[in-house]
């Protein structure tokens, strides 16, 4: 089973630009669908963006589009979530992980450990 790793989070501030980045420690198949969700303090998870492996066709909550943008690696076997003009609220463990074909869905015990993603104002 191909297991997901998170890794880019940190401390910016409000306008600045960071890239999470999303490993996979085997090559997925084409048909996989993989996205991120994130978690804000006190709030229930809620879904990003996801990306068709295959095709690279990509798919974005309405409240990030525009503003994040998900893409994928085949080669490095790597996606990634690049976030320009941070805010505060953006604050939020950001999650990888495998969906379901509903493209926002996330697959029963793919969650990982998250990334932890702070934006000061």
């Known amino acids: 089973q191909v297991q997901l790793v998170e890794s880019g989070g940190g401390l910016v501030q409000a306008g600045d630009s960071l890239t999470l980045s999303c490993a996979a420690s085997?090559?997925?198949?084409?048909?996989?669908?993989m996205g991120w969700h994130r978690q804000a303090p006190g709030k229930d998870r809620e879904f990003v963006a996801s990306?068709?492996?295959?095709?690279?066709?990509?798919y974005y909550a309405d409240s990030f589009r525009g503003r994040f943008t998900v893409s994928r690696s085949t080669a490095e076997r790597t996606m990634y979530l690049q976030m320009n003009s941070l805010k505060p609220e953006d604050t939020a463990t950001y999650y990888c992980?495998?969906?379901?074909?509903?493209?926002?869905?996330?697959?029963?015990?793919?969650w990982g450990q998250g990334t932890q993603v702070t934006v000061s104002s």
């Open positions: 990306i068709r492996w295959g095709r690279g066709s990509s």
């Open positions: 085997g090559r997925p198949v084409s048909s996989a669908v």
């Open positions: 992980n495998f969906l379901d074909s509903d493209l926002r869905t996330p697959r029963p015990g793919s």
